[in-house]
């Protein structure tokens, strides 16, 4: 079985045209003056003002900015699961609140920070949740499906079967991604990807992250402060700050930014020694 025969495989791509970088007329998310504000003890915080960001196909986008500058906040936004109080989104052309219905779901995987799995579900069960939700296909056809995206994030057939209390930190995430990828979206949604991961573990994350957005041609937006992931995997970045998107442009463009915010993130002590990744990544220009 190959992932040809999965519900949205493909998004569509044009043959023979390369899937990494690519962009397209439409924009996969469009972002139009966007105000979030939330009410407490009677007092409404904005969080959000006239926020404004463009996600092209094909992009590997990281979202950064400083705690409390709803970075999580934008992504439910993007899911459909939390309504901006002004301002539009749109995604894969459908408005987010669309994509709370049947079908429209599907186009995008989320990839929450924990991995967010269903402790009493085999790694099986887990994958294969998504799928058993349409209650459409057939069980072999579901079983199928499982091992593929298994053998893709790089786990072996065996832990189909082992709870997750039994998984490493990495092979959660592994698994978890396995289940955000199962229904074929063009669109991956990631929370801190690389939280609470060892330096090893997160360096082989990133590398299966960049090969899944090079080989299945994804549009994938991350939210993170990690400096190492950003400069290794991400084509652009957006900062989030004064309540907007000050900048969205590749790292290094990002870098000589002048905001006090863009200084201390990317050019304090860990940020110089993380920025090493910008001269030997190809990700990075």
């Known amino acids: 079985m190959s992932t040809q025969d999965l519900p949205g495989h493909g998004a569509d791509l044009p043959a023979g045209v390369p899937t990494a970088g690519r962009t397209s007329a439409a924009p996969v998310i469009e972002i139009r003056n966007l105000w979030t504000v939330f009410r407490t003890a009677g007092v409404d915080s904005v969080i959000h003002k006239d926020l404004n960001l463009t996600i092209a196909r094909g992009e590997l986008l990281a979202i950064v900015g400083g705690s409390g500058s709803g970075k999580t906040t934008l992504l439910r936004q993007i899911l459909g699961l939390t309504v901006p109080a002004r301002g539009s989104i749109t995604v894969l052309g459908h ?18 920070q924990h991995g967010a799995l269903y402790s009493a579900f085999t790694v099986l069960e887990n994958i294969a949740f998504p799928l058993r939700e349409l209650g459409t296909l057939p069980e072999d056809l579901v079983r199928d499906a499982v091992m593929v995206k298994l053998q893709m994030v790089g786990l072996e057939p065996a832990h189909a079967h082992k709870m997750p209390s039994d998984l490493s930190g990495g092979m959660v995430k592994r698994v978890a991604l ?33 090969s899944m957005h090079q080989e299945l041609g994804l549009t994938v937006v991350m939210v993170t402060h990690d400096l190492d992931t950003i400069y290794e995997i991400s084509t652009r970045v957006a900062v989030v700050a004064d309540k907007h998107v000050i900048i969205d442009a590749p790292p290094k463009e990002v870098i000589a930014f002048d905001h006090p915010f863009v200084r ?22």
């Not at 408005?95 to 929450?112: I, P, Q, Y």
């Not at 002590?269 to 910008?278: D, N, P, T």
């Open 264 to 285: 201390e993130f990317f050019l304090g002590g860990r940020g110089m020694r993380a920025q090493e990744l910008l001269r030997l990544h190809p990700y990075a220009v």
């Open 178 to 210: 396995a289940r955000a990828l199962i229904m074929d979206p063009p669109l991956l949604l990631l929370d801190e990807p690389t939280a609470g991961l060892d330096p090893d573990r997160s360096d082989a994350f990133c590398n299966l992250l960049r």
């Open 95 to 112: 408005t987010a609140a669309e994509l709370t219905r049947a079908g429209a779901a599907a186009r995008v995987g989320m990839l929450f």
